[in-house]
């Protein structure tokens, strides 16, 4: 360089010396065999959309068509669709991703039942396997942990949040909620079911009444409620910080879905009723009902509301809140409700 010439700028090349790196090819190859899925072949594509066609033309839920595109476009990248009995090679013998663990009975049902859905939308013969699993004890979080959550949300997702926790609403069937299914003058939503529920009508707290009311006047759309995994995110976001604030990881344990859990169990602790939790949740089968309520604890909640009455006349008002007759003392007719 010559003396007195500008020194060369920070960040540009000297082009004369310029160094040039090779990536070897055999690393090169496995790089690009790591990224790059095995590709599917056309007809596997045709089987898989005349699938998800199939299933949108019979009414099959959003979720559930997602879901069984995943499924087996993951599949056809290890196993012919067009051949059962290799498809049952490989789900028999199916690993985990993540761990190389093999799949559990129940997520291999679920590859049966997206195989399944194919194998009736595109006439191929087939008999499905049959794997043995049992639903897990659904997980019912406590009224403590819950108000928790809640409370640490924003105004507008506390709001989200107090509508599932109170009807058992399936996120997907609150943001399907459209602007003309709201009476925000008496605070009842009518929902569609979703899933399999059946549809109904529920009246809101007068808190929660009043909180619709605002959120309506400020979101007027005609799906005023986001989607359910905008919702999912934003409710492991404030449980994730609130667990880590207050040192208690057993929040982290509690998933937005466990709403319904905890919607069904409340009822349940107040009237001690199958039929009024089924009708809650809209269940059709109060099988369904009863798996919900294996995660009951009785005496897990003993916080009561107690009441006394003197006549029929108060006796009957008690009644027609939820109250539960209790005993007499001197005359007293005892009542209580939980909390």
């Known amino acids: ?74 599949m056809s990248k290890h196993a012919d669709l067009n051949n059962p009995e290799e498809v049952k090679t490989y ?26 859905c194919l194998c009736k939308a595109t006439g191929i013969q087939w008999t499905a396997p049959k794997y043995k699993w049992e639903q897990k004890t659904p997980i019912i979080p406590t009224k403590e942990n819950v108000t928790k959550i809640i409370s640490a949300s924003t105004r507008r997702y506390t709001l989200i949040f107090t509508i599932l926790a109170e009807t058992g609403l399936e996120g997907q069937e609150l943001h399907n909620l459209q602007a003309k299914d709201i009476d925000t003058e008496q605070g009842i939503i009518s929902v569609e079911g979703c899933k399999g529920h059946a549809s109904g009508s529920y009246k809101l707290k007068a808190q929660t009444a009043e909180m619709l009311r605002e959120y309506i006047a400020k979101n007027p759309q005609d799906l005023p409620f986001p989607k359910p995994k905008v919702m999912s995110q934003i409710w492991r976001r404030v449980r994730n910080r609130l667990a880590s604030n207050l040192k208690q990881p057993q929040l ?11 919607s069904g169990a409340q009822l349940y602790y107040r009237l001690l009723d199958q039929i009024a939790v089924m009708r809650h949740l809209r269940h059709k089968r109060l099988e369904t009902t009863m798996h919900y309520l294996r995660g ?44």
């Open 1 to 74: 360089m010559n003396p007195g010439s500008p020194a060369p700028q920070a960040g540009i090349l000297d082009q004369s010396r310029r160094i040039c790196t090779r990536i070897p090819t055999k690393l090169k190859t496995e790089t690009l065999t790591r990224r790059r899925p095995p590709n599917i072949s056309t007809k596997q594509k045709e089987l898989i959309i005349n699938t998800l066609i199939n299933l949108k033309n019979n009414g099959k839920a959003e979720n559930t068509i997602k879901s069984v595109s995943q499924i087996l476009t993951r």
């Open 296 to 339: 009951i604890t009785l005496g897990g909640e003993e916080d009561y509301t107690c009441k006394t009455a003197t006549n029929i006349t108060e006796a009957t008002q008690l009644i027609e809140k939820a109250f539960q007759y209790v005993t007499e003392i001197d005359g007293y007719k005892l009542f209580r409700k939980r909390k």
């Open 252 to 262: 982290r344990k509690i998933p937005m879905k466990n709403l319904r859990n905890y």
């Open 91 to 116: 789900i028999a013998n199916a690993k985990r991703e993540d761990n190389g663990k093999p799949l559990a009975n129940g997520t291999k049902s679920k590859l049966v039942f997206s195989y399944d």
